[in-house]
C-alpha cells in the first residue's frame, strides 16, 4: 500500500493520513484509490467504528494534482478521484476530518461530506475552481448554497479567494477551531466517542441527517461532465500552464 496515504486501524478507528508532504499533499489518482478503498473498507468492516482524515506538515491536502489534471483529464466513473467522491456521499459510518493545515479544491469540498471537522488555528481554506477555469466538484455546487445561501456560496466559489478558520466556522463548515498542538488530541477524543456508541443507531441517524444520497450523486455526476469538458479548454491549460510557471493566468483572449 502506497506510503502517501497512511491508514491506520486502532480501536475502531481507522486513520487516513495524507503524506505527501513536499507537494502539499496534492492528491494523485493512486492517492484517491487507497482513500477510497479504505472508505468502502470502512463500510463492511465491523471492526471499524469511525474513520478519520487528516494531513501531514503543513497541509490537509493541497486538492487535486495539477499535473494529474493535465496528463489524464478526463471524468471517467471508473476513475478513483470519482470513487473516493462516491465514497464519501455512501459512508454510512461517522467520518471526521481533522484540518492541519492548507484545504484547497477537495481539500476544503471533503469536508462537507464529514459529520465532525476540527481545523488547526494554522488551517486555511480556498475553493479554486473558477480560478483554474474549472467547476465545482464533490457535489458543492449543491451542498454549499443549500448550506450557506447564494451569495455565500457565490463567495466562496466564484472568487474562489482562501478564507481563515474563523469564517469556516462561522460558515458552519467546521466544528471548532483548536491550538495546532491539541488537533490530533481533540479529532481522535471524538473518534473514540463515536466509536463506543451503538454503530448501527449512528448509522440510522446519519442516514437520517443526510437524506437522499441520490441527489448527492447525481449532482456529482452533473458536476462531473462539465469537469471533464472544461479539464480539456483552453481556458484550464492556460490556468494550469501559468501554475507550472509560476505567473498568473491571462484570461483576457477569452470571450
Ligand atoms: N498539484 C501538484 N503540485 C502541487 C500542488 C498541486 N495541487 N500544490 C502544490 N504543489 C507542489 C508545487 O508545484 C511545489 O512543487 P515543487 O517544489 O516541485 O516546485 C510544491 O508542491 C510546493 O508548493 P508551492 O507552490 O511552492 O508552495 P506554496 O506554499 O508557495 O503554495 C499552494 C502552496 C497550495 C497555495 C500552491 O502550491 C497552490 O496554489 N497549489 C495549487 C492548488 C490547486 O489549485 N489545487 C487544485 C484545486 S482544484
Known sequence: MSDRVIVTIKDGIQKLTINRADKKNALTQEMYAVLANSLNTAEKDADI????????????????????????????????????????????????????????????????????????????????????????????????????GHQRAAELLMLGDTFTPQKALEFGIINEIVVPEKLEETSMAAAAKLAAKAPEALRLTKSLMKGDTDLVLKQMQAEGEVFGTRLTSPEAREAMQAFMERRLPDFSKFS
Open 49 to 148: 467504528r469511525v474513520s478519520v482524515i487528516t494531513g501531514t506538515a503543513d497541509s490537509f491536502t493541497s486538492g487535486n494534482d495539477l499535473m494529474d489534471f493535465l496528463q489524464n483529464p478526463s471524468s471517467d466513473e471508473e476513475k478513483p478521484v470519482i470513487q473516493f467522491l462516491h465514497a464519501l456521499a455512501n459512508i454510512r459510518k461517522p467520518l471526521i476530518a481533522a484540518v492541519n493545515g492548507l484545504a484547497v479544491g477537495i481539500g476544503t469540498t471533503m469536508l462537507l461530506h464529514c459529520d465532525l471537522v476540527y481545523a488547526s488555528e494554522d488551517a486555511t481554506f480556498s475553493l479554486p475552481f473558477v480560478n483554474l477555469a474549472l467547476v465545482p466538484e464533490a457535489a458543492s455546487s449543491m451542498l454549499l448554497p443549500k448550506m450557506l
